[in-house]
């Protein structure tokens, strides 16, 4: 498990609630596959509890896809082009085109 973000729980007065909306980022090495959801608060235990085991929440199914990256696709020509061509006539240029995938 890898945490992504700490959210703060100050403010939550006893029988409050708050919603939050929580962003987070995959780092490019993460393998590609389906992964669940985690959420915990007060990791460290720092707020005082009747019962610190109700503190995590799983997702019911792998609902967290990490796909591949679209391919981003480059061309490039060769640096300097000197064609000459005349009417009538068809000329070929050389284009380079590449991917870059995940």
């Known amino acids: ?13 006893s029988g409050g609630s708050r919603t939050q909306n929580v962003s987070f980022s995959i780092a ?8 669940y959801v985690l959420a915990k608060i007060d990791a460290d235990g720092g707020v005082g509890e009747s ?3 109700n503190n995590v929440w799983k997702s019911a199914s792998a ?7 679209p391919a981003d696709l ?7 082009l000197e064609i000459t061509i005349r009417p009538g006539q068809t000329v070929n240029v050389p284009v380079q ?3 870059s995938a995940r």
Do not use: H, S
């Open 1 to 13: 498990m890898v945490l992504l973000r700490n959210v703060e729980t100050a403010g939550v007065a």
């Open 28 to 35: 490019d090495a993460t393998p590609l596959g389906d992964y």
């Open 51 to 53: 019962d610190e085991a």
């Open 63 to 69: 609902d967290l896809t990490v796909a591949p990256k």
């Open 74 to 80: 480059v061309i490039g020509a060769p640096q300097a």
């Open 97 to 99: 085109v590449r991917t």
